[in-house]
């Protein structure tokens, strides 16, 4: 049996293929580097804070003898706490455990899996690995090998947990699924290095220090508020914590960017491990379908979530995301095998339209192109197995339906609530994804925008335009694609903007192939500022010239020109209410950000009263009178919209804020807006359909 459920590995495969990279050495020397200095300077903090609080008790105990007294006993005392309080903040985060949770993870045993442990423990055998202390299953489309972190961890042997995903094991044939666990295992076999478990918990150590100090800054708040003397005392001790900090922070990104450059290099070397003993072609096959699968989990999990407010449920999630991953598969008309959709890296490339190409030293991970340029080099190819992974599995179809469940323990469900089988979910899913298609004849040229007619003189148009062009000519592969380059060159914008800013720490970026500096960014940003402004130029002429073929097809003209005025009164609208949303929270948003005087707060709240509430009042009227929001299509925002608009909020009573009107007020903005777009769209497509005929 275990035979048969278990692919097979290379025959024969170079060692020095899987040795570590001189590279690898490389970055293992500057992690230790950086250790060692930060072990130095923390030892002189140590040691200066050993001074100071030798000091502090001297002058403390020395000022109470000399003048005994309830005063001289308060600094006495809080000149001893500084002391104390600063060793406790450098020495407190040391022996912290930290506690690797996921709430969804369920521990199996061997004896309900006994095919599933048989695999993985031949799999340890071949990568020379520990056996797991535990086995646990979760919902997700991942895999891990985990533990409770701590100091002492670094130094003591400690037995590791592997978490499978169900997610991952409903979405990869039984090749590819020995590559992903082969690659968790080799992050820890005899062959991997051992340093990153040591840096990675210097790195918490220090991150804690800086970043995760709500426990010790209770500590401060509840001494400080014992006596306003000893408040002063704690005003010292944050300082010289702020000043330690800042020692730190310089620290942690030395060892930080240190140690991510050691953990893509520990990727690549766990992946050389998979390789040689599951294959590249497995690997790579593998992390492209992850890429997808990720993807179709959490469409599924949306839409179970939008299920709830039907109080249903879903009853096997995992079913739901084959759904969606086989709906993608028939989209994009990829050949399925075993039921499962074949994802080449090739196709997941071609979602990435992205000019730019730079080395973000603060990944962990490299990218999917890395990975595979690393794997090729190997070339270790091995036969696929597309045996389904849950034959590994006792009774899947009711360990699915548990982990389902269990996705619901946090959720509070007003009644009992009614499962959805997965027939359900399809004809559910099928009819969301066709609400928002658009005709297949226009190729692509409207899909993930709205066409901008806001300042078009349709009248003038109609009267006195004319299109040449065939339908051809408007609508191709080409027009096809514009939309998606307008939008990679505005996210390539962004990313060089953010290169020039210093918001992404890089000094160089290839674009088009060329290598730039940080000083050529302006010449980059105007180049595509100027091809995204001639591609908008392009599409918005296009669209012009489309509208006018069709005004011009016989018999159309008026029924065309009556569709366009309908759909631009409602985007003007639109965009009108849009803007009043976000006028509004802007209004608001002091309240929550915090650190406001009273007459402050009093002044938002008269603008709210007399200019934002009053406006959103009317502009709810009009939704409802317009048929934007009815009670047959969305009763509930229906029924808070008529009960809002009979109400008289304070907002601020008593010095104190009324939250539950805030968020009702912010809320049903939002919510309204959400109903609105739904609308909007829907006049589109009926524009975009009927100009069809």
Same mark, same amino acid.
């Given at each position: ?10 025959l ?10 001189p590279?690898f &050495? ?8 950086? !250790? ?18 030798? %000091?502090?008790?001297y002058?403390?105990?020395? !000022?109470?003898? %000399? ?14 706490? +500084?002391g ?36 993985i423990?031949?799999? /340890?055998?071949e990568t020379n ?13 991942? %895999?891990?090998?985990?533990? =409770?972190?701590?100091f ?12 499978i995903g ?17 690659h968790?295992f ?12 040591? /840096?990675y ?5 220090i ?8 426990s ?7 001494w400080g508020?014992?006596h306003?003397?000893l ?5 010292? *001790? +944050? ?5 330690i900090q800042?020692?730190? &922070?310089?620290?942690y ?6 140690y ?8 690549f070397?766990a ?5 040689g003993i ?5 690997l ?6 992850? $890429?997808?699968a990720g993807?179709?989990y ?8 939008? &299920?709830l ?12 995301q084959?759904?969606v991953?086989r709906?993608? %598969? ?8 075993q039921?499962?959709?074949e ?23 490299? /990218? ?13 190819e091995?036969?696929?197995d597309d045996?389904s +992974? ?9 360990l699915q ?9 946090? +959720?509070?469900?007003k009644? *009992?609530?009614?499962?959805?089988d997965?027939q359900?979910f399809?004809?559910?899913?099928s ?7 658009l005709?297949a ?27 040449t062009?065939?339908?051809?000519e408007?609508?191709n @592969? ?13 996210n ?9 800013e210093?918001?992404?720490?890089v ?8 290598k730039?500096?940080?000083k ?7 180049r595509?500022?100027?091809e ?8 918005q002429s ?9 005004? #011009? ?21 639109? @965009? ?5 949303v976000?006028?509004?929270?802007? *209004? ?6 915090g ?16 200019t934002?509430?009053p ?15 009815t009670?047959?299509?969305n009763?509930?925002?229906y029924?808070?919209i ?18 539950? $009107?805030?968020? @009702? ?6 919510k309204?807006?959400?109903?609105f =777009? ?6 589109y497509?009926?524009?975009?359909i009927e #100009?069809?005929g």
């Amino acid at each position: 049996m275990e035979n048969i459920l278990y692919p097979p590995s290379p025959l024969n495969t170079a060692s020095g293929k899987l040795s570590v990279s001189p590279l690898f &050495r490389q970055q293992v020397s500057k992690v230790m580097g950086s !250790i060692f200095l930060f072990i130095a300077v923390y030892l002189l903090l140590v040691l200066a804070a050993i001074g100071l609080a030798i %000091a502090c008790f001297y002058v403390g105990i020395w !000022i109470i003898l %000399a003048m005994p007294r309830f005063i001289t006993l308060l600094i006495g005392l809080g000149l001893m706490g +500084v002391g104390i309080s600063v060793i406790a903040f450098l020495v407190k985060f040391i022996f912290a455990v930290s506690q690797d949770e996921n709430p969804g993870r369920v521990e199996v045993t061997e004896q309900e899996q006994p095919q599933l442990f048989a695999f993985i423990r031949r799999l /340890t055998r071949e990568t020379n690995t520990p056996f797991p202390k535990k086995i646990y299953v979760s919902p997700d489309v991942n %895999a891990c090998v985990f533990y =409770n972190s701590s100091f002492w961890s670094m130094f003591l042997p400690v037995r590791k947990n592997l978490e499978i995903g169900l997610g991952l094991v409903n979405s990869i044939n039984i090749s590819e699924f020995k590559a992903v666990m082969a690659h968790e295992f080799g992050h820890f076999s005899q062959r991997s290095m051992k340093l990153g478990s040591f /840096t990675y918990n210097v790195n918490r150590v220090i991150h804690n220090m800086l970043y995760d100090n709500s426990s010790y800054t209770a500590f401060l708040s509840s001494w400080g508020n014992i006596h306003s003397y000893l408040r002063f005392f704690v005003g010292i *001790t +944050v300082k010289i914590a702020q000043g330690i900090q800042w020692v730190l &922070r310089g620290m942690y990104t030395i060892i930080n960017k240190s140690y991510m450059s050691l953990s893509r290099e520990m990727e690549f070397h766990a992946d050389a491990v998979a390789a040689g003993i599951s294959g590249s072609n497995n690997l790579v096959s593998a992390l492209s379908r992850i $890429e997808v699968a990720g993807n179709c989990y959490a469409t599924a999990l949306r839409d179970a979530n939008d &299920r709830l407010k039907e109080n249903k449920v879903a009853q096997n999630i995992f079913t739901n995301q084959l759904t969606v991953l086989r709906s993608l %598969a028939s989209e994009y008309k990829l050949p399925l095998r075993q039921g499962l959709p074949e994802v080449s890296y090739h196709f997941i490339q071609s979602f990435s339209r992205s000019r730019i190409n730079y080395k973000n030293q603060w990944a962990s991970h490299p /990218t999917l192109e890395e990975r595979k340029a690393n794997l090729d080099r190997l070339a270790i190819e091995v036969p696929v197995d597309d045996t389904s +992974v849950w034959q590994l599995f006792n009774q899947p179809q009711t360990l699915q339906e548990q982990m389902t469940g269990n996705l619901y323990k946090s +959720v509070a469900l007003k009644d *009992t609530p009614e499962q959805y089988d997965n027939q359900e979910f399809e004809t559910f899913y099928s009819a969301k994804k066709q609400t928002y298609a658009l005709p297949a004849d226009y190729k692509g040229a409207y899909d993930a925008r709205y066409i901008d007619i806001r300042d078009w003189d349709i009248a003038t148009l109609s009267d006195h335009g004319s299109s040449t062009r065939t339908l051809e000519e408007l609508f191709n @592969e080409e027009t096809g694609q514009l939309q998606s380059s307008i939008t990679s060159n505005q996210n390539d914008l962004e990313i060089v903007k953010a290169i020039r800013e210093k918001r992404i720490d890089v000094t160089s970026f290839d674009f088009d192939g060329d290598k730039y500096s940080r000083k050529d960014c302006d010449a980059v940003i105007a180049r595509l500022e100027k091809e995204i402004a001639e591609q908008i130029a392009t599409q918005q002429s296009a669209d012009k010239e489309a509208f006018l073929f069709f005004l #011009q097809q016989p018999g159309r003209k008026e029924a065309v020109k009556a569709n366009y005025l309908s759909y631009q009164a409602v985007s003007n609208r639109n @965009e009108e209410y849009v803007a009043l949303v976000n006028k509004t929270l802007q *209004t608001i948003h002091p309240f929550y950000a915090g650190g406001i005087s009273l007459d402050e707060v009093s002044a938002i709240i008269s603008s709210l009263k007399v200019t934002y509430e009053p406006a959103l009042k009317k502009a709810y009227r009009e939704l409802i009178d317009s048929g934007v929001i009815t009670p047959e299509d969305n009763k509930e925002l229906y029924d808070d919209i008529v009960a809002f608009s009979g109400k008289n909020y304070a907002y601020f009573i008593s010095q104190q804020f009324q939250n539950h $009107e805030l968020d @009702e007020l912010s809320g049903l903005a939002i919510k309204a807006a959400e109903a609105f =777009n739904k609308y909007k769209f829907t006049c589109y497509k009926k524009m975009l359909i009927e #100009q069809l005929g």
